[in-house]
């Protein structure tokens, strides 16, 4: 019988798609299975990830892996989608659903909650947040505690989701800096601890104490001992392979649904200015700062390439052509309003948060061609002007960019085109964020060189002989004009 092969096993949640990936010893992947789980709704009626079905496939895909005679798991770890709490009772049980952060925060409730606590400028610097409602997690409990007081009284820990996938495995609850440092109002950034108001609203016993990342538990799974890791917020586990394997600043660009400029090296405190136009700080895992500006660029693309595709009689779920350097220089040239893109589903996100949501005028265009290229233009000049408030003094000369876009050679190109000052890289590893999982359960084991090569960066060139660093889809759009 052929000998099994010792691997990290890693679940890499997100909102829409679950993975469940198996790592050998050198990192690459010898197993991996993806699913999309059905929602259902939470006790409002309103849409939420169902965590009783997410929890039955993970023991399943579980108990599969570590029966198999094929591989000796000797590391587990969680990578989940942020701004998310479980709260368990005294049984150690959830006892609410798993409330989903866009669903809306009350008005009066959160005009209650900042009047209270400095009001909402002073407690976003302090907290390096935004006010997002349901997305600063902290806030959940808020809520709980003064419109559902009869769940609330239920409650007898509150963990953050990758710390509760954790605990599904270890029966160990924790918290760490990664989630709590993503957007929650609960951490305090200049005094670095648990924000005041938890203690003060009888809401920080709630909360584990905090411990470093790579902390790990010594588990008996399935009969089979394991060393596992407490969990990590996936923004932050995306950056972990880039903060080993390279030396010189960077924004690493993560694009998916959101797009999330994240710089590791800059330490000056955020404006709030920044806060406003979707600017916040994450923390790493060394415990340090991350400027992250954000931008709901997946969405806004997904929305316009349906749209053009109906339109126009075209695919209306892929976007496949080939750019054309010449229109896209044509295009750059008109600076008048009446072409450009319209903002759908990203109007109240990126740098430009107070952009009118809108009709996109397709009519305007000749062919689907120029429709598509005239999109790219825009979504691209909004995610350089995203890029650069998340810059560091000096700039980074660096960008890579990881995610669903990294696959997009059109928009990688055409944001090389733009931004001349910075080489333009794109991974070639397609899940950042399960690698710097299972990375941070023994982060000294590999040299940078070594990490660099699980990486496989390409280097994007401009397109030759044209410029548009000049365009700019904010300009003759007036939404400079809407930031006070």
């Known amino acids: 019988m052929p000998s099994s092969s010792a691997v990290t096993a890693i679940f890499d949640i997100g909102k829409t798609n679950k993975k469940f990936l198996l790592f050998d010893q050198n990192y690459s992947i010898v197993h991996k299975r993806q699913i999309s789980l059905e929602e259902t709704e939470d006790d409002d009626g309103f849409v939420c990830e169902d965590l009783q079905r997410l929890t039955r496939w993970m023991k399943e895909e579980f108990t599969e892996a570590v029966s198999s005679q094929n591989y000796e798991i000797n590391g587990l770890n969680f990578s989940t989608y942020g701004a998310t709490l479980v709260h368990v009772g005294e049984h150690d049980q959830p006892v609410t659903p798993l409330y989903n952060y866009l669903k809306p925060f009350p008005v009066d409730l959160a005009s209650q909650f900042y009047n209270i606590y400095g009001g909402k400028t002073t407690f976003s610097l302090e907290t390096a947040s935004p006010p997002m409602g349901m997305l600063n997690s902290g806030l959940q409990l808020y809520w709980l505690k003064y419109r559902k007081p009869d769940l609330f009284s239920k409650i007898k820990s509150t963990l953050h989701l990758p710390q509760y996938l954790s605990f599904l495995f270890t029966q160990k609850k924790s918290a760490e800096l990664t989630s709590l440092g993503c957007h929650t109002g609960m951490w305090h950034f200049r005094k670095n601890e648990y924000h005041p108001w938890l203690k003060e609203e009888n809401l920080q016993k709630l909360l584990p104490s905090v411990q470093p990342i790579q902390d790990t538990y010594s588990c008996e799974l399935e009969a089979h001992s394991i060393r596992t890791g407490i969990g990590i917020h996936d923004s932050s586990a ?6 080993m394997a390279l030396e010189k600043p960077f924004i690493q660009l993560s694009t998916g649904t959101w ?19 979707d600017c916040l700080h994450y923390i790493n895992i060394h415990g340090n700062p991350v400027k992250a500006s954000r931008f709901l660029l997946g969405a806004e693309y997904s929305q316009q390439v349906k749209q053009m595709g109906e339109y126009f009689g075209k695919d209306p779920i892929h976007l496949e052509m080939e750019p054309d350097p010449k229109l896209i220089q044509k295009l750059a040239l008109n600076e008048g309003p009446e ?22 005028q397709l009519n305007l265009f000749k062919s689907y061609k120029e429709a598509v290229h005239q999109c790219m233009l825009d979504l691209v000049s909004i995610q350089t002007d995203a890029m650069q408030i998340a810059d560091s003094d000096p700039p980074a000369e660096q960008v890579i960019i990881t995610g669903g876009f990294a696959k997009n050679r059109f ?4 944001l090389a085109t733009m931004n001349t000052d910075k080489k333009i890289y794109t991974a070639s590893t397609p899940y950042a964020s399960a690698l710097g999982a299972a990375l941070v359960l023994q982060p000294s084991s590999f040299t940078r060189d070594e990490v660099k090569s699980m990486l496989g960066l390409k280097l994007h060139k401009p397109f030759p002989d044209i410029q548009i660093g000049h365009y700019s889809w904010a300009k003759s759009t007036h939404q400079t004009d809407s930031i006070k």
């Open 339 to 360: 072409k450009k893109l319209v903002l759908e589903k990203a109007h109240q996100t990126g740098p430009y948060p107070h952009a009118k949501l809108g009709k996109w």
């Open 411 to 414: 928009f990688c190109r055409l």
């Open 259 to 277: 797009s999330i400029a994240m710089n590791s090296f800059t330490t000056r405190s955020l404006t709030y200015e920044e806060l406003e136009r």
């Open 238 to 243: 995306a950056l972990v392979p880039y903060l």
